[in-house]
C-alpha cells in the first residue's frame, strides 16, 4: 500500500530540490482543495442536471426543436467566449492580489471588468439580434427549424449582458476562494429555468403552450436571477471584493496592461481559434442530418456531466495556482494542481463506468425514437472514454492561463481546435463514412493531443515565469 500512498502524498508531488519552505499538511491541501471544488462541481452538477431536463423537455417537440435549441447555442457562446477571455485576466489577477495582500488592487481590477464586461456584452447583443438568422443558415441550420431557431437566439441572447456580469464576478469570487455563491446563484436560475419550462413550453397549469419561445422565455428569466444574486453579495460591505470598498473604477495602466496580456491571447484562443473550430465541427454534425444532429445535441447534453469535474478541479486550481504565486511559492502551486488533478481523475473514471453501463437509459431520456436513442447510445461510449484526457488536460491548461501562460494554450488550441478536430472529424465523418461517430473520432483526437501537450508544458516548469 507504500505506493498508493506516495501516489496521494502532497510531499511526493515535487522533487526535494523544488522545495521553497515547509509545506503544508495532506489533510489541509485537501481540506482546502475541496472546500473550493465541491461547491463548484456541485453547481455544475446541478445546472447540468436542469439542463438536461431541459433539453428532455424541449425534445418533446420533436427532433426539430433540439436542433433548433442546439444550434441557437452556437451565436451565444461566441459572444461569451469574448467575455470568457476577459475573466481569465479577473481570476489570474485577482487571485494573484490576493495572495499578495493586495485588496485595492484586486477590488480596483474587478470594478474595471465589471464596466468593460457590461460594454463588451451590449455591443455583442446588438450584433447578434441583427445578424441572427444569416449566421444560425451559416452555421447549417435547416428549413425545417430556422425560424424557431432564430426567435429562441433573439430573446436568449438579450440576457447575455446579465450572464457577462454574473460570470465577471464570479471569476473575481473564484480567485479568493468563494464558490458557494456561484453555486446557489446558478443553481437557483436553473431551478427557475426548469419551472419555467414546465409552465410555458407545454401549456401546464392554465399558462399558454409558447413552445421553443416558452423555453427561451424561461432561459432569459434563469440569465436575470442568476446575475442578481453574486451582485447583492458583492454589495455587501464585509467581503474582500466588494463594490462598497473605496477604490476607482476608471482603468489604471498597472491592470490594463496585465489584463491585456492574458486576456489577448485567450480572445485570440477562444474567440478566432476556438470558436473557428467548434463553428465548422458544428457544421459537419449538422450537416449530418435531423436525427444525426439531434442524436449528437443528446451526447453533448450528457457529456456536460464531465464538464462539471473538469470546471469544478479546474477553476479550484487556477484559483490556488495564482494565490500561491502571488505568495512566491511556486512549490505550492504545483502540489494544489497535481492534487487537483487526481482526485478529478479518479472521479472522471466512476463518471465514464456510469455512463457506458446505463447510457441507453440516460439517452431515453431525451427520446424514444429508436433510430436516434441506438445512434445516441453507441456514440456515448466513445464520449465516455473522452472523459479522462479532457477531466486531466482541461485542469492543466485553466491552470496555464491562469498562470500567464495563455500564448501557448492559444497555439495549441490552433493546432488541436482549429486543425485536427475539424480536419479529422470530418475526414472520418464524410470521406471514410463513418458520420456521427467519426465527428467524434475528432473529438478524441482534440483530447488526447490537449492532453499530451498541456503536461508537457506544465512539467517544463515555463509558467512559473511570468509576472503579472
Given at each position: 500500500?507504500?505506493?498508493?500512498?506516495?501516489?496521494?502524498?502532497?510531499?511526493?508531488?515535487?522533487?526535494?530540490?523544488?522545495?521553497?519552505?515547509?509545506?503544508?499538511?495532506?489533510?489541509?491541501?485537501?481540506?482546502?482543495?475541496?472546500?473550493m471544488a465541491i461547491p463548484a462541481v456541485l453547481e455544475s452538477f446541478l445546472i447540468s442536471l436542469i439542463s438536461m431536463a431541459d433539453t428532455a423537455m424541449v425534445s418533446g417537440l420533436g427532433n426539430e426543436a433540439i436542433d433548433a435549441v442546439g444550434i441557437s447555442g452556437m451565436p451565444r457562446s461566441i459572444a461569451l467566449s469574448v467575455i470568457f477571455s476577459l475573466n481569465v485576466g479577473v481570476t489570474a489577477i485577482i487571485s494573484r492580489r490576493f495572495g499578495e495582500g493586495k485588496r485595492d488592487s484586486a477590488v480596483h481590477c474587478l470594478k474595471q471588468c465589471f464596466l468593460i464586461s457590461a460594454g463588451i456584452a451590449l455591443s455583442l447583443t446588438a450584433i447578434a439580434v441583427i445578424f441572427a438568422k444569416p449566421f444560425l443558415l451559416f452555421a447549417g441550420a435547416k428549413e425545417e427549424y430556422i425560424d424557431d431557431?432564430?426567435?429562441?437566439?433573439?430573446?436568449?441572447?438579450?440576457?447575455l449582458v446579465f450572464t457577462s456580469l454574473s460570470q465577471t464576478i464570479t471569476a473575481g469570487q473564484r480567485a479568493v476562494g468563494i464558490t458557494k455563491v456561484s453555486m446557489w446563484a446558478n443553481s437557483s436560475a436553473n431551478a427557475i429555468n426548469l419551472g419555467l419550462n414546465y409552465l410555458l413550453i407545454g401549456g401546464n397549469l392554465g399558462f399558454p403552450a409558447l413552445g421553443v419561445k416558452g423555453a427561451a422565455i424561461a432561459s432569459l428569466t434563469s440569465y436575470f436571477t442568476a446575475f442578481v444574486i453574486p451582485f447583492v453579495y458583492t454589495m455587501r460591505k464585509n467581503q474582500f471584493l466588494t463594490f462598497r470598498y473605496q477604490t476607482p473604477w476608471l482603468p489604471d495602466k498597472e491592470t490594463m496592461t496585465s489584463l491585456v496580456r492574458i486576456s489577448g491571447s485567450t480572445v485570440l484562443e477562444q474567440v478566432v481559434f476556438c470558436r473557428v473550430?467548434?463553428?465548422?465541427?458544428?457544421?459537419?454534425?449538422?450537416?449530418?442530418?435531423?436525427m444525426e444532429y439531434a442524436a449528437h445535441q443528446i451526447c453533448m447534453s450528457l457529456s456536460q456531466f464531465s464538464l462539471l469535474i473538469t470546471d469544478g478541479f479546474g477553476s479550484s486550481a487556477a484559483a490556488l495556482l495564482g494565490q500561491a504565486l502571488g505568495e512566491k511559492r511556486a512549490d505550492k502551486a504545483v502540489i494544489y494542481v497535481k492534487t487537483c488533478r487526481r482526485i478529478a481523475m479518479a472521479c472522471a473514471t466512476v463518471l465514464v463506468v456510469g455512463f457506458i453501463v446505463f447510457r441507453r437509459q440516460l439517452v431515453g431520456i431525451f427520446t424514444d425514437d429508436p433510430g436516434?436513442?441506438?445512434?445516441?447510445?453507441?456514440?456515448?461510449?466513445?464520449?465516455?472514454?473522452?472523459?479522462?484526457?479532457?477531466?486531466?488536460?482541461?485542469?492543466?491548461?485553466?491552470?496555464?492561463?491562469v498562470a500567464g501562460d495563455t500564448k501557448f494554450v492559444a497555439w495549441m488550441s490552433m493546432l488541436i481546435v482549429t486543425i485536427i478536430r475539424p480536419g479529422l472529424g470530418y475526414l472520418l465523418a464524410y470521406p471514410c463514412g463513418l458520420g456521427l461517430f467519426g465527428a467524434w473520432?475528432?473529438?478524441l483526437a482534440d483530447q488526447l493531443t490537449r492532453f499530451v501537450l498541456s503536461t508537457a508544458r506544465f512539467v517544463s516548469g515555463k509558467w512559473k515565469k511570468y509576472k503579472l
Open positions: 500500500m507504500k505506493w498508493l500512498k506516495a501516489l496521494w502524498s502532497c510531499e511526493h508531488m515535487i522533487k526535494p530540490s523544488e522545495k521553497l519552505g515547509d509545506l503544508p499538511a495532506d489533510r489541509d491541501i485537501y481540506r482546502r482543495i475541496l472546500k431557431a432564430v426567435l429562441y437566439t433573439r430573446i436568449t441572447i438579450i440576457g473550430g467548434y463553428f465548422l465541427c458544428n457544421k459537419i454534425y449538422a450537416e449530418l442530418g435531423v436516434t436513442v441506438a445512434l445516441a447510445a453507441n456514440v456515448m461510449i466513445l464520449a465516455s472514454v473522452i472523459f479522462l484526457p479532457q477531466t486531466y488536460g482541461g485542469v492543466n491548461v485553466s491552470s496555464l492561463r473520432l475528432g473529438s
